[in-house]
């Protein structure tokens, strides 16, 4: 599954990959949908929960600075997420207990390569 935004320019060039890769995954709009804590866990267990937060987005750069400096350990991240779930990077894909942190061409299809051979 991938996890993002629809209308965010890294999702635009993930998606143009993944199709251009014959690569058909279920697709989930955090935005809109939302995103659960155990599905936030799973990520920070997989992955360290501070590369999981864009702190490059506009949604951290307006965050207050007592917020942000709060934000020690997976599980107080869990909430910023859930609370703000624009910060969460993207695009985020989640396979066989994989999960790849943003889009990267080279590292998607060193996993992709290896997943289909």
């Not at 799973?42 to 949604?59: A, S």
């Amino acid at each position: 599954m991938i996890f993002g935004i629809q209308n965010c320019s890294t999702m635009t060039k993930a998606f143009q990959w993944l199709n251009k890769n014959e690569i058909d995954l279920p697709f989930h709009n955090y935005k809109t949908k939302g995103i659960d804590c155990t599905t936030l866990q799973r990520w920070c267990d997989l992955h360290e929960w501070d590369d999981l937060i864009n702190k490059k987005g506009l949604t951290w750069k307006k965050l207050d600075s007592n917020i942000k400096e709060n934000i020690t350990d997976a599980q107080t991240a869990i909430k910023l997420m859930q609370t703000y779930p624009t910060l969460i990077r993207r695009p985020i894909i989640e396979m066989d207990k994989t999960l790849l942190v943003g889009f990267n061409e080279d590292i998607w299809a060193k996993y992709f390569k290896k997943k289909n051979a």
